[in-house]
């Protein structure tokens, strides 16, 4: 596809349920970004990849929080015993590298209901 | 801490008329910006940058301005188009950072 896919676009799920979002990137993008976006607020960066590796974790949420990417191409984020302030539009972004100010290409996002 | 601030929630605009969207920031590290717009049940898409070496970057009919001393930026859309009604966040990076800090977000209604 011509941009960034994410599924499911929207997810229910109970609370303590383990979930987990795709991210398709762009073909050949190096870089990889999730955000969270809690209602009413801004995008808050969690994680990035460079190729297959994730240098930084400090950006995610808890330890409930994990990711990972393989073939420097489909990326999964997640969520373990989910709680209901995980409530949010997980999107994914990609770059073709990590060099700064690089455009970002943002997928749909994957709204999650925590109940 | 909010280090990037969007006060308007919200800014209703005539078709045809300007539309200013305000963005402040704290971080005195930031030195480059970035308006983003966003449709419902989309990504944000990336609308237009600027460096701190500039204070304007024109691209059709959006221009974006930077007041380093106010720590404040503007995006203006002129003549604006119902099209033109979404979300626009403001973001910025430090030091070549790929991070990115977004706003809030101003949710742009233009009124045909």
């Known amino acids: 596809g011509a941009g960034v896919s994410q599924s499911p676009s929207n997810k229910v799920t109970e609370k303590g349920k383990d979930v987990e979002l795709r991210c398709d990137p762009i073909s050949g993008h190096t870089a990889l970004y999730w955000y969270r976006q ?10 990035y990849f460079q190729g297959n590796s994730a240098p930084d974790k400090s950006g995610l949420p808890s330890d409930r929080f994990s990711a990972e990417r393989t073939g ?7 969520i373990q015993r989910t709680q209901q302030e995980d409530s949010a539009v997980y999107l994914c972004a990609s770059s073709l590298t990590l060099l700064g100010r690089e455009t970002q290409y943002f997928g749909p996002g994957t709204r999650l209901l925590v109940l | 801490d909010q280090q990037v601030k969007q006060n308007s929630p919200s800014l209703s605009v005539q078709e045809g008329r300007i539309s200013i969207l305000n963005c402040d920031y704290t971080n005195s590290m930031f030195d480059y910006f970035l308006w983003y717009k966003k449709y419902p049940a989309e990504g944000p898409t990336f ?3 600027i460096s701190s070496i500039k204070d304007k970057n024109e691209d059709g009919r959006f221009t974006v301005f930077l007041n380093k001393s106010a720590k404040h930026l503007s995006l203006h859309i002129v003549p604006s188009q119902p099209g033109d009604s979404a979300v626009y966040f403001c973001a910025a990076s430090s030091g070549g950072s790929y991070q990115l ?12």
């Open chain 1, 38 to 47: 809690r209602l009413g607020q801004g995008l808050e960066f969690l994680i």
């Open chain 1, 72 to 78: 420097e191409s489909v990326s999964t984020l997640t």
């Open chain 2, 47 to 49: 609308l237009i940058s």
């Open chain 2, 101 to 112: 800090t977004f706003g809030k977000g101003t949710k742009l209604s233009v009124i045909p």
